[in-house]
């Protein structure tokens, strides 16, 4: 397994990978690994023949006051599991290869896709995600790139960004993927004491509820989102952010369930921002 | 020559020649073509192998009340044109295939290199030309693609966009194509009276003044500008929008000229607004 710092050497082995005629997937972390980016490494090692891991703590999609400095951040660890999971190159430049001095354009998405859920909470992050994922794209060229569910509206405004600008490389979102006790992985949950620990999984108990509810017959987002609440704020020091049910494609708000819904909760527990969601599946 | 209207029949011929080995030359326009668009398809010709000429007009670089309605466009003759100067294929996607229903996502170059000059009374408008220009990129996959030195300030922008974020095509600024009398090629030309044309002249001959001066020792921005104004301002139909002494890499204002000085004039005449430039060296 190779470690490339250099951007013109990551774009170097790609271009020999491509002349090989081997296809690449890319699966771009911001590091302190967990089960959920291993789960993106196997499904880009099952589906292309060059598995890129990228390492990147992204300041610009960081805003005022977020934990930019205190991100969780560990390489050596980062390099064992990646080699164990079958990682063959990893992409780790440094915050001046990616934005030098002088440092002047940026990928912005408009409209409600970017203003809502996180978008509402966080002005600035989602310019900084699709910035730095395009420029992820043109320096490994990756031929499908691997995304967490966890970060559904992510997943959402980067389909959105390469349909919109025609990029080559193909979108892959694979589910959540959720520790024992049902805590969706996250490098935040680093960030957790035992007794928050316990609070944050107010989050996915409130979606457990709302599916068991939509199971049920239950259509009215009202409703759910009154359900859920109750759960989550069981957690004396949970303050919620947001809940919501959007359409999981276009993320429109709904009243009333229909086809797909993604069900999504934000909400910091302690000092932690914590986001979870479900998409449940409901008849007209 | 074929004419290709669909994004991914475009992609597709661009992946087929990648594959026979074959480099690709883009030259993108908005039609109407004049000498100066046929000067950057022979430099295509000249360094690859196969040359895309891209004809769009770009609504999205337009802002309110400016000329996108009007915007000169005839199709039969551009073809014409672009088969005898050796164009292999034309793109010539219409607006909803380029910004379908729902499209969200735009370049954004920030600072002051998309403020000054043209970027003062046309806000928005570089926003409208990297996210096209960056559309086009990833359509095409060019190698090399050709821009005019007489829109400058759009080439210094795009260089930037290229290189924040990492694209993988180099730009070739090909110089200034002038007609017989002296004005700059441009397909606004063809908005001009006979009489408007002759008070046009006033840009070139503002720039030769400013050359001869700077030749004859001056160093003094303020003192060319004022030269300029006074030739421009001989047209009675004349509105002078800016006359600019700029560094020619950073387009940072300059008082005094040193190294290479980008000198940048837009005006109005009747009610064509027409830009031209020159750049200058002199010593420390």
Same mark, same amino acid.
């Given at each position: 397994m190779r470690?490339?710092?250099?951007? $013109? ?8 990978a491509?002349?090989q005629?081997?296809?690449i #997937?890319? *699966?771009? &972390?911001?590091g302190f ?7 993106? /490494? ?5 589906e292309? =023949? *060059? /598995?890129?891991?990228?390492i ?5 999609q960081f805003g005022?006051?977020e ?5 969780? @951040?560990?390489?050596?660890?980062d ?12 992409? %780790?430049?440094?915050?001046d ?5 002088g ?10 896709? %970017?203003?809502?859920?996180? #978008?509402? !909470?966080?002005p ?6 699709? &910035?730095v994922?395009?420029k992820?794209f ?5 031929d ?7 970060? %559904?509206?992510?997943?959402v ?19 959540? *993927?959720?520790? $024992? =006790?049902? +805590?969706?992985? !996250? ?7 035992? $007794? ?11 979606l457990?509820e709302?599916?068991? +509810?939509v199971?049920g017959?239950e259509?009215?987002?009202?409703k ?12 004396k ?9 959007v =359409? ?7 009243? +009333?369930?229909?086809?797909?819904t +993604?069900i999504?909760?934000?909400?910091? *527990?302690g000092n ?8 449940v @599946?409901?008849? !007209?």
């Amino acid at each position: 397994m190779r470690i490339i710092t250099n951007i $013109d050497d990551m774009k170097a082995y790609s271009r020999e990978a491509k002349s090989q005629g081997k296809s690449i #997937g890319l *699966v771009p &972390t911001m590091g302190f690994l967990h089960e959920g980016h291993m789960s993106l /490494v196997r499904a880009a090692g099952e589906e292309c =023949d *060059v /598995v890129v891991l990228s390492i990147f703590v992204n300041p610009v999609q960081f805003g005022p006051g977020e934990d930019y400095e205190k991100y969780p @951040r560990d390489m050596e660890r980062d390099k064992k599991i990646a080699e164990e999971t079958g990682v063959d190159h990893i992409f %780790a430049p440094g915050v001046d290869e990616m934005y030098p001095d002088g440092y002047a354009t940026y990928i912005e998405p408009e409209g409600h896709m %970017a203003s809502i859920l996180c #978008g509402k !909470s966080r002005p600035g992050h989602f310019k900084g995600v699709d &910035t730095v994922v395009a420029k992820l794209f043109n320096i490994v060229s990756p031929d499908k790139s691997y995304f967490g569910q966890k970060d %559904a509206q992510q997943a959402v405004i980067i389909r959105q960004m390469v349909k919109d600008l025609n990029m080559n490389t193909e979108i892959r979102v694979m589910p959540i *993927v959720r520790e $024992d =006790d049902g +805590l969706a992985a !996250s490098s935040r949950n680093a960030y957790l004491t035992g $007794d928050e620990r316990r609070q944050a999984l107010g989050l996915y108990r409130s979606l457990k509820e709302a599916e068991r +509810l939509v199971s049920g017959g239950e259509r009215s987002a009202g409703k759910l989102k009154k359900e859920m609440e109750k759960i989550l704020l069981e957690g004396k020091d949970v303050r919620v952010d947001y809940i919501e049910a959007v =359409d999981a494609r276009t993320l429109k708000e709904v009243d +009333l369930l229909k086809g797909e819904t +993604l069900i999504a909760v934000a909400a910091v *527990v302690g000092n932690t921002k914590l986001i979870d969601n479900t998409v449940v @599946r409901s008849g !007209s």
